[in-house]
């Protein structure tokens, strides 16, 4: 019977009908050698599509469609002609050779992604969740982005080519699960007076312990994040022509003074002297109102 070498002494060979006894001898070498990674530092690779998807890319933005890259896909976007005259970006490493491929296209730098004229470039593979997370929130709004995100564990960070303060989204990079159920609440109703003891109920919480975390988790008690919400929405509004005491009664204050008041402080920079501590009284919503 033939005789093979494994694990550095001879073995005599017998019927191996698996092939077990060659699995156990990659398995001694594999351990022998013990783990490897193995890095690349290399720039992502840059894409070319066929000339009819880029014809298809291109017919579809045509029509009124949204097209979206991600990383070097961005190149995808450039070979149907969809960059030029558009700012955009793409991963850093590749960001001088856009530019050089698509002289008439403006490639921003340092930012996680641009949209212009339905036409959405992100940077790396992680900006990529920032971009899904802005495309939700663009056609679902901000609460459903914020829920996305929570569910995915990531930061709601939004933050594109410019800083996007939706409030829903600035105030849920945080892990904490009591404060995010106060939050889908005072999201869903923050037109409507809330009793702290409903949000605490809602969070599974004491009040004072909510009032602790909330503020811990986002710089805000429960009645400064609920006026934020209404201030924002109020400020959409105001911009689309509604007055000042109409939008005031559309986001849930019963004038229009209160209002005033939150768009006076939002211009002013606040002092930098330390917020008092928040108490469980000072944030009963219903007196938001």
Excluded: W
């Excluded at 894409?47 to 896909?73: D, Q």
């Excluded at 995010?180 to 004072?208: F, K, M, N």
Aim: charged share 25%.
């Amino acid at each position: 019977m033939p005789r093979v070498r494994a694990g550095g002494r001879a073995e005599r060979a017998g019927p191996d009908p698996a092939g077990l006894h060659a699995l156990a001898r990659a398995r001694r070498r594999r351990h022998r050698r013990g783990p490897r990674l193995a890095a690349s530092p290399r720039a992502p690779a840059r894409p070319v599509v066929a000339p009819a998807t880029a014809r298809r890319i291109a017919a579809h933005h045509a029509a009124g469609g949204l097209v979206a890259s991600v990383c070097a896909g961005a190149f995808a976007l450039g070979q149907a002609g969809l960059l030029d005259g558009r700012r955009c970006t793409t991963h850093h490493e590749l960001q001088d050779d856009l530019a050089r491929h698509h002289r008439s296209a403006t490639v921003v730098r340092d930012v996680l992604y641009v949209t212009d004229d339905r036409v959405v470039t992100s940077a790396g593979i992680a900006s990529g969740i920032d971009l899904a997370l802005h495309l939700v929130a663009a056609r679902h709004g901000p609460a459903t982005a914020a829920r996305t995100a929570r569910a995915m564990v990531v930061y709601a960070r939004r933050n594109g080519d410019a800083p996007q303060a939706g409030a829903m989204l600035r105030h849920r990079a945080h892990l904490s699960d009591a404060v995010h159920r106060a939050q889908d609440l005072i999201d869903a109703r923050y037109t409507s007076p809330l009793r702290l003891t409903d949000l605490a109920a809602a969070a599974g919480v004491s009040e004072r312990t909510l009032t602790r975390r909330f503020t811990a988790a986002t710089g805000l008690t429960p009645l400064r994040y609920q006026q934020e919400l209404r201030l924002e929405h109020a400020e959409r509004l105001i911009g689309q022509g509604t007055t000042v005491e109409a939008a005031a009664h559309a986001v849930g204050f019963t004038d229009a003074r209160m209002l005033r008041r939150l768009r006076l402080r939002s211009r002013i920079p606040a002092a930098p002297t330390a917020a008092p501590a928040a108490t469980a009284d000072s944030v009963v919503l219903a007196a938001s109102t």
